[in-house]
């Protein structure tokens, strides 16, 4: 007896029921979101990231982060490659140090970043609390290494 080959009907339909399976689809649309929120992290939000970052410093410091990427459930925001640049204007009655801070990793708990993609106000509460956590945590640095922060 000969071996039978499912026809082509059979095998495209079999695939169409893979494709359209929860276990694929699940995942697919995850990804989905997990990869717009990163592409918007590395654009848009580390724009006004670095304009919110100048401003809360009050032009002291110029900010360069080199990417941006969410945590693997979209709990944190981790910054890579952070250099924290005196723009060498004086603060009150002293003058900035001229050095810069270069920070390699720096890890913020984000509870609410899938939101960040939909709502204009949690874009700008998230700008403006990882702005001040990036400023307050950058006065306890002595050298660059790993942080982890929560907001």
């Known amino acids: 007896m000969a071996p039978r080959f499912p026809t082509k009907q059979f095998l495209i339909n079999w695939l169409k029921a893979l494709v359209l399976s ?10 989905c979101v997990y990869l717009s ?3 918007y992290l590395n654009t848009e939000f580390k724009k006004n990231l670095e304009r919110s970052v100048c401003e809360a410093s009050g032009n002291t410091l110029e900010i360069s982060i080199e990417s ?11 910054l890579n490659a952070i250099t924290l640049t005196p723009t060498g204007e004086h603060v009150g009655d002293r003058q900035v140090s001229s050095q810069p801070i270069t920070i390699s990793t720096i890890k913020i708990a984000s ?15 998230s700008t403006r609390a990882i702005s001040e956590k990036i400023l307050s945590d950058t006065a306890l640095i002595t050298e660059p290494s790993i942080l982890d922060v929560s907001i």
């Open 22 to 31: 929860p276990g694929v689809l699940f995942p697919a649309g995850y990804f």
């Open 37 to 39: 929120t990163n592409i």
């Open 68 to 78: 941006l990427k969410p945590g693997w459930i979209l709990d944190s925001v981790t």
């Open 111 to 125: 509870p609410d970043l899938e939101r960040v993609l939909f709502s204009p106000s949690e874009r700008l509460s």
